[in-house]
Every structure is written in structure tokens, then in C-alpha cells.
């Protein structure tokens, strides 16, 4: 980043006209810059949703998961769930067990999860 862009950034900072947040941000890698949302043409796509459970390690039950790519449960090391969603919370704090491999995991509160989503893997 050149020297003025970098001050243009700051300024534009200061002047409260730019800041961060936790947000999407739709990105064309070929062009390698953010795209306006209104230049994001949304698709809906038929899919399945694969549901599976997490086995708690002390044996008291399970978590719920549900993901569109069910592949990715191989890589799985955590679980997040947001703290004020009811059907988590009671998840805080508990460890799980990951079938592939057979680890032992904590599940993790996270307060900057989207609310909605309520769990994550």
C-alpha cells in the first residue's frame, strides 16, 4: 500500500466515512478488490443440509450439527456457540468428542457469532 493511500485511509477513518466491522464483504479474487453489493448478483441453489451429532465426552447426550458439505466434519477440532442462544447455551463450557479423528474438544463461547447461527464447526 503506497504512502497515500494509507493517509487517504486514515483521513477518511478519522472523518468516521470508513471503519471496521463484522460483516461480509463480497471479494472479486481476479480483480482483488471488494465488490459493491450492488453489483453481487444472489442465487438460490437446491442443496441438502446433513444433519449429525457430537457426542458429549461425559457421556450425557449430544450436540446437533447441521452443514451443507458433510466432508468437512473430517477436519473438525472445535465447536462455537454463541452464548445467548438459547438452544446452545447449554453447550458452554462442555467438551465433545470428534468421531475422525477421536479427539476430545472444548465447546468455545463466542460472542461475535452472528446470533442466528448459534453454532459453528
Known sequence: ??????????????Q?????GDYMVSWRPTLRTAVSDLEVELSEEKGKLYYFRYPLSDGSGFIPVATTPPEIILGDTALC???????YSQYVGKTVVFQLPD???QSLEMNTLIESLGLVH
Open 1 to 14: 500500500m503506497s504512502a497515500a493511500v494509507a493517509e487517504a485511509f486514515k483521513r477518511l477513518h478519522d
Open 103 to 105: 479427539e476430545i474438544s
Open 81 to 87: 456457540v454463541h452464548p445467548a442462544d438459547e438452544r
Open 16 to 20: 468516521g466515512l470508513i471503519y471496521r
